[in-house]
């Protein structure tokens, strides 16, 4: 994700249309995943990110640089998509307990308590090549599509488009220890998802 | 100081932590020492990192061309 330009906004106000074509091209696959979290469709999706740059055009004036541009564009993203979406449901979905099964570590009346078990540990994957087949690639994304709501985001916005930590915490007001327990139980979740395709 | 001793199991509850640079000097220092002694972990935090590598590579959607074009009329219409 490249840093943002500190004069966009002003380009913007001016009516560069280059800048805005870039800066709707650059965001929207990203927005189009944040909406995809309220909205039951990737159509009703597109239309909520349409909306959302509608939105930001009529507002433009009224910003005031308080926040990151991109973050503001995101807040009304997600406004728009809070109000044509489906509720918060899921939204407490799953935020305790082990992320590895239990059952592949050894008991406590062993001597080494909770180091993996020999015939349960991490397996190699093998060369990488593999890891980017095609057959992968698409495991690896319908399981991204099946994480609870908030673990999808997070995961999406940080390791599929390059947003930082910080970042991520400001356009879905969450604390940064929210931010990467929705993280860590995300991708341990996709880790195993590889792991039962690859070994 | 010796590092406290890890157990896998918590070991791996802390990853994301640890590469996140979010946690604290002793517990980095606790995390590394387990994994200079531990393949198995060594090798799962390797595949923590091939995941995040191959979610980077995923393909990603974006709008389709029509609403482009509608965004950027409704964009020059705004100065008119």
Do not use: K
């Amino acid at each position: 994700m490249p840093v943002e330009d500190p004069e966009l906004v002003d380009r913007l106000r001016a009516g560069d249309q280059v800048a805005f074509a870039t800066v709707v091209r650059q965001w929207s696959p990203a927005m189009l995943r944040v909406a995809r979290g309220y909205v039951h469709s990737h159509s009703s999706a597109e239309e909520v990110v349409q909306e959302a740059w509608l939105g930001v055009l009529r507002s433009l004036d009224g910003f005031e640089g308080r926040a990151q541009f991109r973050t503001w564009v995101f807040r009304v993203l997600a406004n728009i998509a809070r109000r044509h979406g489906r509720a918060d449901e899921r939204r407490n979905a799953e935020l305790a307990g082990p992320t590895v099964d239990p059952a592949r570590f050894r008991d406590d009346d062993d001597p080494y308590p909770g180091h993996w078990r020999d015939d349960a540990a991490p397996a190699d994957w093998g060369p990488e090549p593999e890891m980017l087949a095609a057959e992968f690639r698409a495991v690896l994304g319908r399981a991204l599509d099946e994480l609870p709501e908030r673990q999808r985001v997070v995961v999406e916005l940080r390791d599929v488009h390059g947003f930082d930590g910080e970042e991520v915490c400001a356009l879905l007001d969450l604390t940064p220890a929210n931010q990467r327990v929705l993280l860590h139980r995300g991708r341990a979740r996709l880790r195993a998802t590889l792991e039962e395709a690859l070994t | 100081m010796t590092p406290r001793d890890v157990a896998c199991i918590e070991l791996v509850e802390l990853l994301t932590d640890y590469l996140e640079g979010a946690l604290p000097p002793d517990e980095v220092a606790a995390v590394e020492a387990h994994l200079d002694l531990c393949e198995a972990c060594r090798t799962y935090l390797a595949q923590m990192r091939a995941t995040i590598a191959a979610l980077g590579r995923l393909p990603v959607e974006t709008l389709p061309e029509s609403v482009y074009d509608e965004l950027l009329a409704a964009f020059r219409d705004r100065r008119a």
